[in-house]
């Protein structure tokens, strides 16, 4: 079953710092947003993950989304389904009209 039954209200925060990020994360859920979405603003792909796993594991009930800039769409979708982050996005410089790449780094 989809959790996306009605429009939901997804802020994007763009991540400087782990600790900042959930603060505004909270700011937003306690505003009504159904859920966040990270980008880290220097490419700290990682940094950026373990800050939403870490959301979504204290807010169960709220969509977590993770924009992945130095991962391909394979590698963002399988890392943000291999750590339970609900939404993904990538702006990485392989993927093309012609495909994307394949590469899967661990989480």
Known sequence: MSILTHPHVLPAIDMLDGAQAVR???VAFSLGADGVVFNHCDADDGLMHRVAHELKQNWPGK??????????PAAALERSLRCQVDATWTAGADVTSRGASAATPSC
Do not use: D, S
């Open 24 to 26: 505004n994360a909270e």
């Open 63 to 72: 969509i977590i989304g993770a924009g992945y800039t130095t991962l391909g």
